[in-house]
């Protein structure tokens, strides 16, 4: 006489080997996400060395992978104008730094503060409708003539350009918080920031993130504009520089330190965003 228990282990046991295929499969996946942008990358390079070897494009307007990187070790040893590229990318890069940073840590509040508040909002959203669409070359006659040629108006400018996007990024998140989870808390006695800090801002979080990752993009592209005011050092000052003197090689030098620059911005900010959301994309 058989019993159904025993069925279902025999099903279980046959299954067990395809469980352990597809999860072979999984890692072996993962494993070849690794090598994807390296090959990328490389297919890029060997398609731009044919094309400056045949001369499809002149050799001032494209210089060969080889002619920009010694361009590159020719920045980074002997400098430009002075400069070398070591100098240049800490000053671009403390810049970006400081007006990202001020953005952000001005920028979350506010949102919070707009999508938690209506006369706040009321207040706030007009000028901030306002100023988004405005690009950034635009504020320069009147950064200079407030702020003057320092340092201060570089920083400015970029914080002007990213806060806008921080700040519509948190209204975002908290005014997408399940009403649900609200009641919920409440139901269980939770306090104004007791819903804040258990329900709204792990909510919001994600929001927040995505603004923080597009707002970077947008500082790094300020950069250039950021060091046309009276800059003489830095890579958006160098790209300017060499651009009117035709040395495109070290444009390319500048377009790649940045490139790289905000790339692993991004994923600093992308690792910061795991460790503190770890619930992205799994609730």
Known sequence: MGYPWGNQKAEIIDEMPMAATDMTIMESGRNYRGYVPWIAALVALIVWEVVAALHLVSAVALPSPVQVFRDLIATATVGYS??????????????IAVGFALAVLVGIPIGFWMATTDWVFLIIDPFLQFL??????????????WFGIGELPKVILIFFCTIPIVIISAMSGVKGVQENRKRVAECFGANRWQMFRYVILPSA???VFTGMR?????????????????AS???????MSAGGQLQIGVVFVGIIIIGLLGYGMELGIRTLEKKMVPWKGRA
Do not use: D
């Not at 400069?83 to 800490?90: I, P, V, Y």
């Not at 597009?214 to 009276?230: P, Q, S």
């Not at 050092?233 to 790209?239: A, D, N, V, Y």
């Open 82 to 95: 002075g400069q070398t590229l070591l100098s240049s990318t800490l000053f671009s890069f403390g810049r």
């Open 233 to 239: 050092r830095g890579l958006g000052w160098m790209i």
């Open 132 to 145: 988004r669409p405005i690009p950034p070359l635009a504020y320069l006659p009147l950064i200079v003539a």
């Open 205 to 207: 979080l994600p929001e």
């Open 214 to 230: 597009v707002g970077i993009g947008v500082a790094w592209t300020c950069l250039v504009a950021a060091e046309m005011i009276a």
